[in-house]
């Protein structure tokens, strides 16, 4: 079984990537989905919302068994590649039913330089199977994750970079999220994302048909790779990044710039002339400002649609907590059609 990937992506930091796939982890666990949140951001704030310190520092210092054989973090995972050993199937943390985290890890950083040595080893004309396998750990991790669990989906959160590791996260990718803010910084963004997805999944195409040529690929007849089909699926844009005292037809400026940036620059298609962001068919959903929900759900280790009056969300809170879920059941129904989840 292979499950599909969907990555929340923009090289544009601070737009509310990590925010999202957390909450959509546990909207779709919710609607009884089977979830593998996938922590591959280096900084690891993914995982710093789903667990406490002190179980991140656990996990850090776990030391792989010998018989086990298992790696506590995505970087453990891969690790072994590196040297002469085999991927190690990953440890998983049960956070809730239907709801698992492959944790991250600081030190995947350290992986950063790997995959970019094997990048080009991958298009020579012998040797591939090593660079293959590099380059396609994460989705090798991923799968396995996602076996051991039997997700319906895996969410990916990475780093705001366009560098090697995310390159191999999307090559990983099925279908790509674009969190925007309405400035000029992520419309300025959106001009080297939708470029970079497309040069990667063209260069990922052309490694896998030179591995498809090569006499390895018939020495290893069970070694799979992913088709680096990075389908983009749409974007969602924040008002939280909005500073507050900016007028409100500052923001409405940058949000109607938006639907015509992301064709050109995601899709490569013509712009529509006149189309507002409210209208448009790409626009999976405008995320709104949660405010004081935020900082009460983060303390809980919560998203902000489970909060509770226990929590703190009381009067005017509880109401806006009520709003959050219906937002995000919406904006998770949405995603799953357009990636053909069925709920
Ligand atoms: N809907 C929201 N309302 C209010 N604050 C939000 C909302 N979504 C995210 N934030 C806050 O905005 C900040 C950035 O969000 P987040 O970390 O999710 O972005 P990111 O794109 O993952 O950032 P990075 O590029 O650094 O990984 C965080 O402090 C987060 O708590
Ligand atoms: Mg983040």
């Not at 891969?78 to 002469?84: K, M, S």
């Not at 649609?305 to 009381?314: C, E, H, P, Q």
């Amino acid at each position: 079984m292979i499950s599909p990937v969907l990555t929340f992506f923009n090289n544009k930091g601070g737009v509310g990537k990590t925010s999202l796939v957390y909450h959509l982890a546990w909207m779709f666990a919710s609607l009884r989905k089977r979830i593998v949140a996938a922590d591959l951001d280096p900084q690891a704030n993914l995982t710093a919302a789903f667990l406490m310190e002190e179980e991140i520092e656990a996990i850090w210092q776990e030391e792989k068994t010998e018989e086990e054989k298992t790696g506590s973090t995505v970087y453990r995972c891969v690790e072994p590649l590196a040297g002469i050993g085999d991927i190690a199937e990953p440890h998983l943390r049960k956070i809730a039913a239907d709801l698992y985290l492959l944790p991250g890890d600081v030190r995947l950083s350290r992986y950063e330089e790997v995959l970019s040595t094997e990048w080009p080893n991958s298009m020579g004309d012998h040797n591939l199977y090593r660079p293959m396998r590099i380059l396609s750990s994460f989705w090798q991790v991923m799968q396995m994750a996602a076996r051991t669990v039997q997700a319906d989906l895996v969410l990916v959160d990475i780093g705001p970079n366009l560098g090697a590791i995310n390159r191999s996260a999307l090559l990983a990718t099925d279908y790509v999220a674009i969190p925007l803010g309405a400035d000029l910084f992520s419309l300025q963004g959106l001009g080297n994302l939708g470029p970079a997805l497309r040069s990667w999944k063209s260069l990922w195409k052309k490694r896998l048909d030179n591995w498809k040529e090569s006499e390895e690929a018939r020495r290893y007849p069970d070694f799979q790779l992913p088709d680096g089909k990075m389908q983009p699926i749409g974007y969602l844009c924040q008002q939280h990044g909005v500073r507050l005292e900016r007028p409100v037809q500052a923001y409405d400026k940058w949000v109607q710039r938006i639907p015509g940036s992301y064709r050109k620059h995601v899709l490569g298609e013509e712009d529509i002339p006149g189309l507002r962001q409210e209208e448009d068919p790409y626009c999976l959903a405008t995320i709104k400002h949660y405010r004081s929900l935020v900082p009460m759900a983060q303390e809980c280790r919560k998203p902000i649609f489970n909060l509770t009056s226990a929590d703190g969300a009381i009067g005017s809170h509880a109401n806006a907590v009520h709003d959050s879920r219906r937002d995000f059941d919406l904006l998770a129904k949405k995603i799953a059609e357009k990636i053909g989840l069925q709920l």
